[in-house]
């Protein structure tokens, strides 16, 4: 496709030929290693082997055509190989890709590939955090209107709101720590799982070619159990979840009758070809499209992790080799997306004093009405203040003006009493604690 | 990914970046002829804006950078065309994209995309019609176990079991029939689909241009409607539906301990990097990897097009540009893998037969019963037969032995009646005028 | 669940347990008819079988329990039916169900509700045809923003608005007259798709059955081949593309500070358990989570129409009896659903107009583009407003007021030009073709 | 719908109205004890309003029916609550959810539910460890053919093969543990999740109620942030991968022509309505139905949750309301089954060894070839070898015959070594290693 949506580099080249490949060739420089230091080939042959392991020295388009044929990309790259360290050595050639099956190759390299995105995915929500910890202090006291089903509520302030979005994003630093374990572990299992391949000597080779790889070993291999790989591709869909609240919620601030907040705007960036006042939220809209996309891939996952025939399956394995990268690409790429636009976010904190103001005191209705019930009863008080919003979108009054002449309200609440009450700066309740609350935990965690 | 799927040459082509950009160029130059023949520009400069609306002119990898930053790739387009043609004729550049938006190029461009798509698999579809005929042809009274719940039902044929295949078929061939005039419509609304950069002018110009493409032109701008798109990508599930089936039917009667199909086998096709005796159905494999992904690709095709705020969306108008394709060639590439399948496939009657065997005359448990029925009534008949049923799983006796041995059949029954009903070939109900009444359907179609 | 969405009480009644039951007496009354037709039971029987056809007669809960153990319902049911029917004659008795099969009678009696359902869409597609008629003509001229990317864009009116959803409706309407045909049909084809049970008499039965149900007789059973029914919940996704659409649209325009439409709002409707001021859109609302519900209800039926193993699946068609009813009744509630907010929506003509002042008359910047280009060439003119719109953003000025004293802007445009130029009900373009157009499609199908 | 899938009874139980209902007002009852003893309101009315929180006292119908209204649960239940209150003690009625929201009660409400699914599901994946592990320890050394691509490839082991199944049941039983503390948290914030309802009383109310429902009490309230529940609906996605890929093989075993294993046979279950020999596996179908389910359920809470606007959302939580308890339930009801389909498994070692038999040595190819390779080298060995299965193909021999006449096997393999080499019980490599590994994996958990 033409149009190329906002993506990560880094997570870009991690996921590119070159470096599944080299994933790849890794697994079997290390397997040649590995079984060398248990005596099965020589370190001689080991070394000529390993040398070879380079993705420089491979014809990328070639191993993709004969990939077609072969139904995966490890039996062209094995005759690649070998074809390679036969010309070195035609003893070490006999030694390529010993006692494995294509599954071991490839399941392990993305193994490798995931370890690399875990990295990158904890420093990216490091940074979040970071990030929002900031604008956390920042705007903790700036009030603003607080929204449910997408009509003002009661006051929050903009710390708040993005405070809950932090503790979400410490949940998923937590939950990346525990994953990890359990999905950085080696394949090895050869034709169907038993090592057979290897004799008797399975359980060495296993436990040597995990320490080469540092990766732990598996109690039993896992060809046809993909709960390690759908486990990380269920976080992150959970990390999604949060990064699409966030851009929704900033999405929905943008509207140009809201306007309280701004993406940063690069340079050219959000034109239109025909409305020259065009400064569209580009990059929102990019987190809001992989948004819509990753429940998809992950359903796929689903699909193909259920279909798996017997040792190892017919058509469910590779339909996670097309989804898989594809999911992590626009989860990660999504995440940095919307770190960029935390950082440059522009925030108008008079916009949102402004709107506070718009729904005419009405906000604070719930205010007025705990008030009132201390004096009158909880349901009275609900009722009447009920009343007087009717009243207020009746007569096309403030909410505030309705509120200040009625006569009952009079009787129990002085005027001053009235002005505190319609103040959303004082109708923030444990505002300030939840903050110091999710801060404190962020620090716990390392944060500033 | 270093795998590559087998995929449909001319769909891949289609949906290529060049033909992408080609597309949208061809709706550039048609929008500047239908503007010419309006009077709103010269003719000297339409002829110099399509002149320069040649794929080849343009910088793909630089218009896909700059559509990262503007949020789509007609609005780098245009700027390119527009230097283009500035290097001719000023005037003519001014001309370029008259009075139209984005969004209207884009959409265009991909119904320009979808026809020939379509033209693709209505040939697909009739060349899968016109094998699947032929084969209902040859074996129709080829008998083989019918199954239900993977257990061997009644007997049926080859031929009638593919018939209910060319009968679904034939059901597709008229959807796309008549779902093609809602996909093949000029999309043209400008800004936010008033077309009010045309004055006065906008139906006139949305006539010409669409009588330019040979497209319907609709009664209004479909910006933030996507059903047209959504009924294409519902179509391709559809075929897939039926493509899928049949693939995992084959793939079982692939199975070694079945073994009554098999895949052709190219050479060097679906080897193994450890086992040396390994044919694997690669073919069959990466149909149901297809049929894994597309429920998955269309419910982001679905999320994309119910998010579609206002005139034009925020995100939800990007998911379908990432989707759409992958769903569109995954679909036809399934189906001419199917076709390949079916034009090479190896059939072994004998296998057929001897399966029919294998579960010793029980898939004729029926025909037993509802002969006796006509003597004992129906509830004792099926009664007596299904406790002949568990004897002949208790005893270890072949349900047709345990049939003969039985007194109170020998009654009903004599020896030769009942020679005649645990022959399967004589248990084959309407077979022949169900397929018949298929063929029939095909020819009236057209099929030979 | 305690909490009840709000539902179609036709839907509702129509997809409960006593008239699904119903459904498939009628299968089986119309069978034994049919069969008496044809001479292979008496007309004694069939007037006793089908006498007994009856939901009363039935005991629910037990079918409901004995439909577990057997896989299905049809099982029990048979079962009963023959007890009611030996009470009365047991020859009658040996009649029941004669040569079919569980799958039979399930899927013909989810086809006869499912014509039921047709009809009640029909009906709703054309109620809604009829008040969003209503509405176009009403607010033809209502100038509002349209807005792109969520953000203002250029004006559009609240008719052209709605115009493009009638549209969508009126392409469903076309739809479901084309699938019905494909829907309507007889399912008949015994154990395994070959009537066997009935000799040679199955395609006598067949016509003889399909007459008395007034449907279709299919040219081969469907048993396995679910396209039929995956294009009728196809269909019920594409509806809920246009509803979800326009709920959306209308929520985002019910916001507090946007305020230009309100659902109505029922008495108690809508209130908040805390907040005495809450109307909350709640109509709205419960259409929007029916949006999010059906993509993955038709993935469901999706993965299980693509699994369909042999003649008849193992679990692929369980999925569709839990999955299709819902996602027929959630569609056709919120079809319901819409009908009644449009219905009482409180549009806000004058909230809409203040809206549109409120980007300062940046709407039109396009408008005052359009009119330079023809002086200054269109990238020059483009280029100039854009530089008018930054300088807006910058100084805190409305657009209107940068425009008007730009002194290049007032060499080409005079005051009254610009006074034209800056009224959004000059900017409208075809608006009011669009209507007419759309209108006159409504009438060709029957509207007033 | 008439038919009723086996469910599990306790979770239907758990997720049925009254339960729910007695899990809201357990917070409702909880709330006003914690306010008693933060002094909030008094002992006397919290024991009031407690002693009226029971489920038979609520009229439930009326309940559903207003809750269609409100747009929630908990605004009638609070309504109801308070009159039932009220009659004893108007007081008291004031106290009734004091400072909550309704979000509050039911979301606290369903993680209640929740604690009891974890510690079911937590009790079912022991037993289901406990069987496997009984399983594997009977079948360690019963060969039976390996599978990849649904075709033989090397001998396994039934015990191998279920070794695999405990290794991924054990990572569920420690994923459950370390997500339970991220779900069993207290929900409450009050109107807009500042608790601004309860002025500075917020975090002591909140520790209060935690500690009364023994919840953890989050940092903040997570009304918009549903990560917690979809990593709770994930978990179950993941269990039911493996659940659904054991189902699929035994499915797969079952087949007429393999037969090695057969689902318990309860009277009555899986019969025909037309053939009387049919014992269809209900149970496994019934599982297999349920993984096609879980993909598009969770597909749903994921689009849920990704659309929380601003502190609570509009339709996005409702969706979760509707798709979660079903999920719940499929899940532990698919798990159950399982249990119970394992628990009463018949295997057949007889078939095991004979269709081990059936594909003629070919699952020894590799065995042959690794023996070879060590005197010609990997390549020529494989070469041979698999020149020696097409010669077997084509010429109808079976692969054990055309090893034994071959002249460079022969050469290079004694009839000795080529009678071990061909015999399944010599080539099963690290098998014993494996399923020792994973039992003792599983008694590290307390296992037998």
Chains 1, 2, 3, 4 share one sequence.
């Not at 999911?327 to 990660?332: E, W």
Request: hydrophobic fraction near 50%; proline fraction near 3%; charged fraction near 15%.
């Amino acid at each position: 496709m033409l149009f190329q949506p906002p993506q990560s580099a880094k997570a870009t080249v991690l996921f590119g030929t070159e470096h599944e490949l080299q994933c790849m060739l890794d697994v079997e420089a290390a397997l040649a290693r590995a079984e060398a230091r248990c005596g099965i080939i020589s370190n001689a042959a080991a070394e000529a082997i390993a040398s070879h392991c380079r993705a420089d020295l491979f014809d990328i388009p070639a191993l993709s055509a004969a990939s077609t044929r072969s139904g995966n990309a490890a039996i062209p790259l094995v005759a690649q190989l070998t074809r390679l360290v036969s010309a070195a050595s035609s003893e070490a050639a006999g030694g390529v890709h010993w006692g494995a099956t294509s599954q071991d190759i490839i399941d392990t390299g993305l193994v490798l590939q995931l370890r690399e995105l875990l990295a990158l995915m904890e420093e990216t929500l490091v940074q979040l955090s970071d990030i929002l910890a900031a604008l956390i202090e920042k705007y903790a006291d700036t009030a603003m209107a607080g929204r449910t089903w997408m009509q003002h509520a009661v006051p929050v302030t903009f710390g708040v709101k993005l405070a809950g979005v932090l503790d979400a994003v410490l949940r998923h630093r937590e939950r990346l720590i525990q994953l990890r374990p359990r999905v950085l572990v080696l394949q090895f299992g050869g034709a169907a799982g038993t090592l057979a391949s290897l004799g008797n000597r399975g359980p060495e080779v296993t436990l040597a070619l995990a320490a080469e790889l540092k990766l732990a070993a598996p109690a039993s291999p896992w060809h046809a159990h993909r709960d390690r790989i759908v486990e990380l591709a269920a976080f992150c869909v959970l990390v999604m979840t949060t990064v699409s609240k966030l851009a929704r919620d900033l999405a929905l601030l943008s509207q140009t009758e809201i306007a309280e907040v701004a993406e940063p705007h690069a340079d050219g960036a959000g034109g239109s070809s025909s409305m020259p006042h065009k400064r569209n939220p580009v990059a929102l809209a990019s987190i809001l499209t992989a948004a819509m996309q990753v429940p998809g891939l992950i359903a796929i996952i689903h699909v193909a992790a259920f279909s798996q025939e017997h040792e190892r399956a017919l058509g469910g394995w590779a339909a996670e080799w097309a989804e898989l990268p594809v999911l992590c690409i626009t989860t990660q790429s999504a995440l940095e997306t919307l770190v960029k636009v935390l950082d440059g976010l522009t925030v108008d904190t008079v916009a949102m004093r402004n709107n506070l103001g718009k729904s005419g005191g009405i906000l604070l209705a719930e205010a007025v009405s705990m008030a009132l019930a201390e004096r009158l009863g909880k349901q009275e008080a609900h009722h009447l203040v009920q009343q007087l919003t009717v009243r207020a979108a009746e007569t096309g009054m403030t909410f505030r003006a309705v509120v200040i002449e009625d006569a009952t309200i009079q009787q129990h609440l002085s005027a001053a009493n009235l002005t505190d009450l319609l103040d959303p700066a004082n109708y923030l309740g444990s505002t300030q604690h939840i903050i110091q609350s999710v801060l404190a935990a962020y620090r716990a965690k390392g944060g500033r």
